[in-house]
C-alpha cells in the first residue's frame, strides 16, 4: 500500500517528535520531513513531495496560516491539517478562508490525531470534537464560504488596485498609472473594504495576503 508522505512543521521539536511517534503507528503513513518554522516548510516543499502537512499556527518567521497560502503555490494539492493550541474560532474561520483541511488542538492529538489524518485525506473537513461541541453547527460552512465569497466578489480592477496598495503605491500615483481620477481610486478601495467588512487600510493589507488574493509588496 501506497505511504501518505507526510511534513511536519512546529517550532517545537519535542512536539513534532511526539506527533511523528503517533503517526508511525500506522504503517500507511511515513514522515518525509520535518520543518521548525513556515519558511524552513516552504523551502522543504520545494525538494519534498508531500500528500499532507500537519501545522501549528503560531510559528517564527512565517506563520501557518500564511504558510498554507504559500505551501498551495508550491503543492496546490495538498492537505493541511492545523495543529493548534488556539480554541479561537477567529483562528478557525482564518485558517478554513486560507486553505486548512482541518484543525485539530493539539490537546486532543493523543486521541483524535489519525482518525483527523484520515477524514482530512478523505477529503473532509475535521475539527476537534469538544471544540466543535461549543460552535454552531455551520460555522465551517460559514467560513469556506466567507473565503470563496471574497475573493470572488473583488473585481479584476479592485484586485489591481488592491495589490498596488499592498505595494505602498499612493491613490494618486495608482491613479496616474491606470489613467483614473484619484476619486476613482478611493472610491474603488472603500468599496473593498466594505465588501469585506474591514474598518482600516492596514487590516485590508493584512487580509489581502494571508488569503492569497494578491503577492506580498514589491521588493
Keep these: 500500500m501506497k505511504s501518505c508522505r507526510i511534513v511536519l512543521a512546529d517550532d ?3 512536539i513534532r517528535h511526539g506527533i511523528k511517534k503517533m503517526i508511525e503507528e500506522d504503517s500507511s503513513l511515513a514522515v518525509v520531513g520535518e520543518a521548525a518554522d513556515g519558511l524552513e516548510l516552504i523551502e522543504l516543499l520545494r525538494i519534498t513531495p508531500a500528500d499532507l ?3 501549528d499556527i503560531s510559528m517564527p518567521n512565517l506563520r501557518g496560516i500564511e504558510a498554507i497560502v504559500e505551501a498551495r503555490k508550491i503543492c496546490p494539492n495538498v492537505k493541511i491539517l492545523m495543529l493548534t493550541m488556539h480554541k479561537s474560532e477567529q483562528y478557525l474561520c482564518s485558517s478554513i478562508v486560507s486553505g486548512a483541511d482541518g ?6 492529538s493523543d486521541t483524535e490525531l489519525l482518525p483527523a489524518i484520515e477524514q482530512v485525506l478523505k477529503g473532509d473537513f475535521y475539527l476537534s470534537q469538544d471544540f466543535a461541541k461549543d460552535l454552531s453547527d455551520d460555522v465551517v ?13 473583488l473585481t479584476p480592477r479592485e484586485k489591481q488596485i488592491l495589490q498596488m496598495v499592498v505595494d505602498g503605491i499612493t491613490s494618486k500615483n495608482i491613479a496616474e498609472r491606470l489613467n483614473i481620477s484619484k476619486r476613482t ?3 474603488h478601495r ?5 465588501k469585506l ?3 482600516r487600510v492596514a487590516d485590508l493589507i493584512k487580509y489581502a495576503i494571508s488569503n492569497g488574493f494578491v503577492d506580498r509588496p514589491a521588493e
Design 197 to 199: 467588512n474591514i474598518k
Design 12 to 14: 517545537h521539536a519535542l
Design 190 to 194: 472603500a468599496n473593498m473594504m466594505k
Design 53 to 55: 502537512i500537519i501545522l
Design 185 to 187: 481610486v478611493e472610491h
Design 103 to 108: 484543525y485539530l488542538l493539539k490537546e486532543d
Design 141 to 153: 460552512a460559514t467560513c469556506r464560504d466567507h473565503g470563496k465569497r471574497s475573493d470572488e466578489i
